[in-house]
């Protein structure tokens, strides 16, 4: 009897247990550092909201906002480790995955222009520079571009030398490091998440961004001025876990690509907007006072930071760095 009993349950476990098994959904922890208002946050959520949907449910997301699962370096790790699936962070944070090349787009005004990112990333280079990030185990599904970053400090700064002695927030990499210290700044690396504190104390000056991230990061409160400076650019990679990815189910990964498509597409069309509307805000809040270059001012500018571009030539190599501009349409400014 107890033999017919243990053999009855297993079963039955076999018959309740395998089905649920089979449908237990493949969860994906999408985890950024942004507000949840901010254009990757509206994106997290609508790629959520279309990956559910195209795959019937297989897939669940979870989207951490605002650092909430994990900084700017630790979320690295933890998708080269397989702790997180999904990530969107900024390129300019690549270096410590081993993967320097990313920051030559911090060259300043490489990428200033829209037409010049979009040339880019569609460019057959990006194919070289992908295979860089998969060999590290990661893959890059797609590219979201923020667009052109402006400066903030509690100094106005209009010329190259309104720098001078300034601690300036950096997000990473030898380009944004040494484009700080040629503007005579003392650059400092923090993650996004200790940004509004350290500006509020002092920690740091001023720093560079999207005027989305100044706008629902509150950074604009405590920052008296603004610079439409547009030296740089702010773009993000959707990356993913290259063995995770790997694994999915054919089915599956289409309807993720799909997701990923429109998503993409979503992303670039909120941020444009967003980044608009964010700086009008900033101006309306009468907290921080907006400035635009004149010609004068952006000549000097470009005479300035030019000469980084060269420096820069030793860590890339002359040839790599004529073949980015060749393959973003840059030209180098004349001052
Ligand atoms: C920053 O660290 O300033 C930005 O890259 C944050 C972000 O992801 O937009």
């Known amino acids: 009897m107890q033999r017919f009993v243990i053999a009855f349950a297993a079963v039955l476990a076999f018959a309740l247990g395998l089905p649920a098994l089979a449908q237990a959904p493949i969860v994906i922890k999408f985890s950024h550092v942004v507000s949840p208002d901010a254009p990757k946050g509206k994106a997290s959520l609508y ?36 702790s997180v699936q999904l990530l969107a962070p900024s390129i300019s944070k690549f270096s410590p995955l081993g993967v320097k090349e990313f920051d030559i787009f911090d060259l300043p005004f490489l990428m200033s222009d829209d037409s010049h990112a979009r040339q880019m990333m569609a460019s057959p280079m990006m194919d070289e520079l992908n295979k860089k990030l998969e060999a590290k185990g990661v893959s890059p599904l797609a590219y979201w571009d923020n667009g052109a970053i402006v400066y903030t400090a509690n100094r106005a700064l209009i010329w190259p030398e309104d720098f001078r002695g300034l601690k300036m927030r950096i997000q990473g990499g030898k380009v944004y490091d040494a484009v700080t210290r040629e503007l005579g700044a003392l650059p400092q ?96 809040s009468g907290k921080t006072e907006v400035h635009y270059l004149s010609d004068a001012e952006r000549k000097a500018w470009i005479a300035k930071l030019m000469p980084v571009h060269t420096e820069m030539q030793a860590r890339f190599g002359k040839e790599f760095v004529e073949r980015i501009y060749k393959a973003s349409g840059f030209t180098p400014p004349q001052s």
């Open 47 to 82: 790629f959520k909201e279309l990956a559910e949907k195209y795959t019937n449910g297989r897939v669940q997301v979870e989207v951490y906002p605002n650092s909430s699962l994990y900084k700017d370096k630790e979320e690295l790790e933890a998708l080269q480790l397989g």
């Open 189 to 284: 690396i923090l993650p996004f998440s200790a940004v509004y504190q350290a500006l509020q104390t002092g920690v740091v000056d001023g720093e560079d961004n999207v005027p989305s991230n100044i706008l629902t990061q509150k950074f604009y409160e405590v920052q008296k001025h603004l610079t439409v400076s547009y030296h740089s650019r702010l773009t993000y990679a959707l990356i993913t876990n290259k063995t995770f990815w790997a694994s999915l189910p054919p089915d599956v990964r289409e309807g993720l690509d799909r997701a990923v498509k429109e998503s993409t597409e979503f992303f670039n069309a909120t941020a444009a907007k967003d980044n608009a509307d964010a700086l009008e805000k900033i101006k309306a």
